[in-house]
């Protein structure tokens, strides 16, 4: 099934940029289509973005022209470039892996990496 | 966008209840809908797919049904263990939009 570990979150002022990474075992991102959900305090789950296996990517109009998804094929690795972050950014961003079949569905999940954005 | 309309937003229930969420999709998205149970600091986790196949691993008191703009997610029998949120999500359309989620308190 694989896992994934979410990295690069922490505290960071209004207009700033952060990198998520995404660590990924038994599984390989080139290969998969891999996404992001976020998570604001106490609210419900927003999905973010996508990156497909053949690199076509999606982003949720709340975040469009401010994130970039990408992945580095030699790190197994899925990244979440955040720039202009405002304070409605502030949650746990999660990976995770769409598994893709006749129906499609997001599992594993990573635990989360918490993104605060505040002055 | 397809907007996921779940409830109630929460409820009280005591362990041995059977209890009942539902979901309405904003337009038919056919058996499209996956289930996710989440527990207070931790990251979602699969339960149901396709509206009604069961996630490997995941007891069988948990089922899901429906078809077309209305689903249910049904615990048989509520376990200590069960209570947490509950996401419904449509995986009809990119982006796989969530419902806003149902919280499952002891009662």
């Known amino acids: 099934e694989g896992q994934l570990v979410e990295s690069g979150g922490g505290l960071i002022q209004p207009g700033g940029s952060l990198r998520l990474s995404c660590a990924a075992s038994?599984?390989?991102?080139?290969?998969?289509?891999m996404t992001w959900v976020r998570q604001a305090p106490g609210k419900g789950l927003e999905w973010v973005s996508v990156i497909y296996s053949g690199g076509s990517t999606y982003y949720a109009d709340s975040v469009k022209g401010r994130f970039t998804i990408s992945r580095d094929n030699s790190k197994n690795t899925l990244y979440l470039q955040m720039d202009s972050l405002r304070a409605e950014d502030t949650a746990v961003y999660y990976c995770a892996k769409i598994t893709m079949a006749a129906y499609n569905w997001f599992d594993p999940w990573g635990q989360g990496t918490l993104v605060t954005v505040s002055s | 966008d397809i907007q996921m309309t779940q409830s109630p937003s929460s409820l009280s229930a005591s362990v041995g209840d059977r209890v009942t969420i539902t979901c309405r999709a904003s337009q038919s998205i056919s058996n499209y809908i996956n289930w996710y149970q989440q527990k207070s600091g931790k990251a979602p986790k699969l339960l149901i797919y396709?509206?009604?196949s069961l996630q490997s691993g995941v007891p069988s008191r948990f089922s899901g049904s429906g078809s077309g703009t209305d689903f249910t997610l049904t615990i048989s029998s509520l376990q200590p263990e069960d209570f947490a949120s509950y996401y419904c999500q449509q995986s009809y359309r990119t982006p796989g939009t969530f419902g806003q989620g149902t919280k499952v308190e002891i009662k």
């Open positions: 038994g599984l390989t991102v080139s290969s998969n289509y």
């Open positions: 396709a509206a009604s």
